[in-house]
């Protein structure tokens, strides 16, 4: 059905038919229309429809000749190749080709070319002779042939039994894809937990989890500034994401679509120019955001044009270092202080210096307030001094008011954009607020160290302070603490996954210290087998000798039968001992092995858990060294985020919510000075050892190569619905394949795109899911074949294959132990797998559709799961219900997860793309897809070959 339904859409134009589009909401068949909708490729001419006979067989032979690819083998496949596959051959019996079917089973021929009624194959699929086939009840639920299907078979049969498999490949031709279809069938969470990404028709967004912003939509530079396909712009695919996943370090994104891969790099943060050669001492950024002032070591004052990085002005007076800056509100006006004692307000149309005043201590801080009509300013006499500024030219600065409070000197101001409220900071270690009007302090909130900066948000609600090790938001209406910004956040999420993983390894060792015991108490109880089998042997041994003796002086003949059925028995008892003995000693071998087994894995993990503890004390220290005095602090525009530095030479970002870590921009050459951000959310930093840097708005996402060509000649025959990086993110894998006619799994080197080992046979049906084992040397894999497949990486070669699902097997994943398999279906099921004995563990039945996602949570046994039935949860080890995460409305596609379980994605048929904290369930965002843009003229997508 699923390839029948592919080559029928293949020709369709734009609109999509009423009876299409129902299919978009229901299981396989929603997966099947979204993948034929997607992109209505047509690849291979549709088969030709299997007729009906109403005759008999040999009436049959004489119509027109039967042809086993299009009319034979879709049979086969519906239901006989679950089990008569070339990797799962029941009875050495394949039943893929014509040319596997000659060569018969264990038990001989099947077929008799040109004798239908008498070859095998025939004969079980009418129940007219056994093994009946498919059997009754069966878990792949195949079904009993039908009669005209049974008639169809034996017809070919007569006719020879020949032909051949090869999928015709014809040029590909792309259709514009139908108003409105962007429902989302991939989503991937970056391993730190920072940046989500979800497709969207042929779109991909990258999202800033911490603040729902989106930070890139990726666009593919041949498909740039087109539309009519998605309508949407600037596309990255030209087919449907079809699957998304992150590298393990988070820096390369993975994209899978018709025969293609594609590599998406985050390049690192990167200066976008530098703003002077000399060390830089103060900054400050124009209100309007187009200008940058920058004061450095020769104590000149230097403007800047923003956009482009040039010179406009240079502004020089002051005698000694520029301690502070400030633009006017109005953007006409530039205030410096510095250490010369003096305060000076600059025109910034003349260049010249139109007023200034000499204080009684070197100025630090400034800062305009009451509209511009005053400037605040402050310095080492723990005052701060509100200055008139003068109407006539050239007039001085008077002093208009004096606050006091403070114990040590002030360091740091900020004013509120009406200019009516004040903020201060102290090497005191406080930071008071003063109505400006009344020249009144309305509240103090302690920092808990010298003050060195202050910063407030564009909406004047949050205050961010820095100093000492540490920066801290506050509520600037009530003065309450909101969070705390120490150190760098990435050490302390190596530090947080460094003690997780320790805590897991610490268990492992437990884990297999009691396997260890129970496999030694086992061997013993094997030895003790032996011994009694041993002695029964001898005994057994004994009892021959004797009953012989006997027998041979036994001379009545009479009494020579009794002799002899002794000896009988005798010898047959001591068969029956050397059996059980040999049997002991084979299951004492088998309990040996497995001690040794158990001793080698407790010693490794041993060994892991040594190194994971060492790993701890190592991020803990990186964690405390990062812990450097903080200089400078700034909010973004939208006032989302809050940037400090100081003497670690990075400028960090944090949430302006609660202080959580978000990104770094490295190698500043000496400790930063001062911050800025430009309003299109450029960073500007100061640092001691070169002028001011202007940073890249990023994060920057380029495509770094494609694996696969994206026509007939690509080494992918088709959607990579599947895709998987290894732990170390050296290779990637990629599932797919030829609906109804074969799978296909291959592994690929991540540097250069080259083919690393391609795994065949595989499946003989579609794979949806790749995973990689815990340590990568395993690979787990789901097909609509309904098998759970497992193969060795450095080979291969096949290590297991399980089966139980009675339809399609959507997706895997492995329990961190790699002792568990989770695999969901189209079923309605979730199963649980003990690897590598293949048993099953339990299965979960409580959905009422397709389970299209389930992933292992961390490192423990709770499930994440996402159905058909609009339904995302957390499951206990038992199975039971731990969690929903609400809010979707639609069929759900796909899911992703942080390693530690934090964040939880979920996209699906709504094209919503929802973010959720594990651990509570809430919605943190819901993220919706842009308006669809107005499509150019003669711009659809067409790639015809």
């Known amino acids: 059905m699923f390839a029948q339904f592919l080559d029928e ?23 099947s229309a979204v993948f034929a909708l997607a992109t209505a490729v047509s690849a291979e001419p549709p088969p030709a429809k299997a007729p009906v006979p109403s005759t ?180 990255a695919q030209r087919d449907f994401v079809q699957s998304l996943v992150f590298s393990p370090d988070g820096k390369v994104l993975a994209s899978g679509e018709y025969r293609m891969v594609k590599l998406w790099r985050r390049e690192p943060n990167l200066p976008q120019f530098t703003l002077g050669a000399e060390p830089a001492t103060a900054l400050a950024l124009s209100p309007d955001g187009k200008f940058i002032a920058t004061a450095a070591k020769d104590n000149v004052i230097r403007i800047w044009d923003s956009a482009a990085g040039k010179q406009l002005k240079e502004l020089a007076g002051h005698s000694a270092t520029v301690n502070a800056l400030r633009f006017s509100p109005d953007n006409k006006r530039l205030a410096s202080g510095g250490a010369d004692k003096t305060i000076r307000v600059w025109d910034l149309t003349t260049g010249q210096n139109t007023t200034q005043v000499e204080a009684a201590t070197e100025v630090s801080a400034l800062a305009w307030v009451r509209d511009g009509k005053q400037l605040a300013s402050a310095g080492g006499d723990k005052s701060v001094r509100l200055w008139d500024i ?85 509520n600037a209406e009530k003065g309450q603490q909101l969070g705390e910004m120490k150190g760098d956040h990435r050490a302390s999420d190596r530090l947080d996954r460094a003690t997780q993983f320790a805590d897991f390894a610490k268990a492992e060792v437990a884990y297999w210290k009691d396997a260890v015991d129970a496999a030694t108490k086992l061997q013993a109880t ?108 700034a909010f973004s525009p939208d006032g989302l985020t809050v940037a400090t530095a100081g003497e670690d030479q990075i400028v960090h970002t944090w949430s302006a919510e609660n202080g959580a870590g978000f990104d770094t921009f490295p190698s500043q050459l000496g400790g930063v000075q001062a911050l800025a951000y430009a309003a299109d959310g450029r960073i500007i930093s100061a640092a001691e050892k070169n002028g001011a840097i202007v940073w890249r708005s990023g994060p920057n996402w380029t495509l770094a190569r494609t694996i696969g060509t994206g026509d007939e000649k690509s080494p992918l025959s088709n959607r990579v619905v599947a895709l998987d990086f290894s732990p170390d993110g050296k290779w990637i894998a990629t599932g797919g394949g030829m609906p109804s006619r074969n799978g296909e799994v291959k592994i690929w080197n991540a540097a250069d795109g080259a083919l690393v080992r391609e795994i065949n046979p595989s499946h003989s049906d579609t794979v949806f899911s790749v995973r990689f084992s815990p340590d990568g040397k395993l690979l787990a894999t789901g097909s609509a074949d309904k098998f759970v497949k497992v193969f060795d990486t450095a080979s291969g070669k096949l290590v297991k294959s399980i089966s139980g699902h009675t339809h399609y097997v959507l997706c895997v994943s492995w329990r961190a132990t790699g002792r568990e398999i989770a695999s969901s279906g189209a079923d309605k099921t979730v199963k649980l797998w003990a690897f590598p004995s293949g048993e099953q563990i339990k299965s979960i039945e409580d959905f009422k559709k397709e389970v299209t996602s389930v992933r292992f949570v961390g490192y423990g046994g709770e499930l994440l799961t996402a159905s058909g039935d609009n339904r995302v949860r957390m499951l206990k080890e038992d199975g039971g219900n731990l969690r929903e995460y609400g809010g979707s409305k639609g069929f759900i596609f796909s899911t992703a997860l942080t390693p530690d379980g934090k964040i939880i994605l979920g996209g699906g048929q709504d094209s919503v793309l929802r973010i959720w904290n594990a651990a509570n369930g809430k919605n943190l965002f819901s993220l919706d897809p842009p308006p669809v843009e107005a499509p150019q003229k003669n711009a659809s997508i067409s790639a015809t070959k």
């Open 9 to 31: 859409m293949a020709p369709l134009p734009q609109s999509i038919r009423p009876d299409q589009r129902s299919l978009l909401g229901a299981g396989i068949a929603a997966i």
């Open 526 to 633: 094997k030895a003790d087998a032996i011994k009694k089998a041993t002695d029964a042997v001898t005994a057994a041994d004994k009892a021959v000798t004797d009953a012989k003796a006997a027998l041979e002086k036994v001379t009545d003949d009479k009494a020579k039968p009794a002799a002899e059925e002794a000896a009988k028995k005798a010898t047959a008892t001591k068969s029956s001992a050397e059996r059980v003995l040999k049997l002991a000693q084979e299951s004492a071998k088998e309990a040996e092995h497995r001690t040794a087994d158990a001793k080698a894995a407790s010693d490794k993990a041993a060994a892991t858990q040594q190194t994971a503890d060492t790993e701890v004390e190592k991020a803990k220290k990186a964690a405390t060294d990062a812990e450097k005095a903080v200089r400078a602090v």
């Open 56 to 235: 008999p067989a040999p009436a049959m032979a004489a119509a027109k000749k039967i042809d086993f690819e299009a009319q034979v083998l879709p049979i086969l496949k519906k239901n006989c190749l679950s089990c008569h596959n070339a990797t799962d051959a029941e009875a050495d019996l394949v039943l893929e080709t014509p040319a596997t079917i000659a060569k018969g089973g264990e038990d001989g021929p099947v077929v008799v070319p040109h004798k239908g009624n008498e070859s095998l194959l025939v004969k079980s699929a009418a129940r007219e002779a056994k093994p009946y086939m498919p059997p009754k009840n069966n878990k792949v639920g195949a079904e009993i042939l039908k009669p005209e299907e049974v008639a169809l078979l034996q017809a070919w049969i007569d006719e020879g039994a020949t032909g051949t498999v090869k999928a015709k490949v014809r040029p590909v031709k792309w259709h514009p894809l139908p108003p409105g279809l962007h429902p989302i069938l991939a989503v991937a969470v970056s391993p730190d937990g920072q940046y989500a990404a979800c497709g969207r028709a042929n779109q991909i967004f990258i999202y800033h989890v911490p603040t729902g912003q989106t930070v890139a939509r990726l666009t593919d530079p041949k498909l740039a500034d087109k539309s009519g396909r998605s309508g949407w712009r600037s596309s």
């Open 390 to 474: 003068p109407t006539a030219a050239d007039a001085p600065l008077t002093q208009a008011k004096e606050l006091t409070g403070h114990t040590q000197p002030v360091t740091a101001l900020v004013a509120s954009s009406d200019g009516k409220q004040l903020f201060s900071g102290s090497s005191d270690g406080s930071v008071r607020q003063w109505a400006v009007d009344s020249a009144k302090q309305v509240r103090q909130m302690d920092h808990g160290a010298p003050i060195t900066a202050l910063a407030l948000s564009p909406n004047n609600k949050t205050l961010a302070t820095a100093g000492g090790n540490h920066a801290r938001i506050w």
